[in-house]
């Protein structure tokens, strides 16, 4: 199970973090996706901290023990959207957190 | 480029089966990546339901485990899902995706259908 804050405000330009934790993150790796209304999610980092191409060095991820984190810097109004982590475990399983909704102020 | 298209019935029944197809295109299915599907009942978060390789390995979420099956036919390019005994709470929209990942640990989801909303409905 990953755990993510249901919630995060931030003021264009500043800086937004979203934790999601886990018991097996120290084990595993994570990913994270970005979702607007109607829309498919997009792929924003995977392997904690790696990004697909095309995608702006503004957003970013870490890993620490049980909670990873995701960063963006320079938050845009066009950032606002629901966040969700994910991982696998070695069986196979995948699992994504909750989700948290960014408002950009 | 790669394309996933979902297609199959938008309504159905209390207690009967899903099913849907997710069609291929730009891309070959027996590449190494994985082919699964997710889904979102509305307003909700994201739900794996399952993955299949194209050597026919499946994956399943130990939820619906006993209710789905996927499978792929390579010569068409497409993979499929079935879910059986469907409730109101299978309501979602449901995503075909390609995931990507050297091992088990690393899988992450780089390509989404656009997503098909499949209401179960009396």
């Known amino acids: 199970e990953l755990t993510q804050p249901p919630s995060v405000s931030v003021s264009p330009g500043q800086t937004a973090r979203i934790t999601c934790s886990g018991h097996?993150?120290?084990?595993?790796?994570a990913s994270w996706y970005q979702q607007k209304p109607g829309q498919a999610p997009v792929l924003l980092i995977y392997?904690?901290?790696e990004r697909p191409s095309g995608i702006p060095e503004r957003f970013s991820g870490s890993s620490s023990g049980t909670t990873v984190t995701f960063t963006i810097s320079g938050v845009q109004a066009e950032d606002e959207g629901d966040y969700y982590c994910?991982?696998?475990?070695?069986?196979?399983?995948?699992?994504f957190g909750g989700g948290t909704k960014l408002t950009v102020l | 480029q790669v394309q996933l298209q979902e297609s199959g019935p938008g309504l159905l029944k209390p207690s009967e089966t899903l099913y849907l197809t997710c069609t291929l295109s730009?891309?070959?299915?027996?590449?190494?990546?994985?082919w699964g599907w997710v889904r979102q009942p509305p307003g909700r978060g994201l739900e794996w339901i399952g993955t299949?390789?194209?050597?026919?390995?499946?994956y399943y979420n130990p939820s619906l485990r006993s209710r789905v099956t996927i499978s792929i036919d390579a010569s068409k390019k497409k993979f499929s899902l079935a879910l059986t005994s469907s409730t109101a709470a299978d309501t979602a929209v449901y995503y075909c995706?390609?995931?990507?990942?050297?091992?088990?640990?690393?899988?992450?989801?780089?390509?989404w259908g656009q997503g098909t909303l499949v209401t179960v409905s009396s």
């Open positions: 299949i390789y194209h050597s026919g390995t499946t």
């Open positions: 097996a993150l120290p084990n595993q790796f």
């Open positions: 994910q991982s696998a475990d070695n069986t196979g399983t995948v699992v």
């Open positions: 730009g891309h070959s299915i027996t590449s190494d990546y994985y």
């Open positions: 995706a390609r995931e990507k990942g050297t091992n088990m640990l690393t899988r992450a989801i780089d390509q």
């Open positions: 392997k904690d901290s």
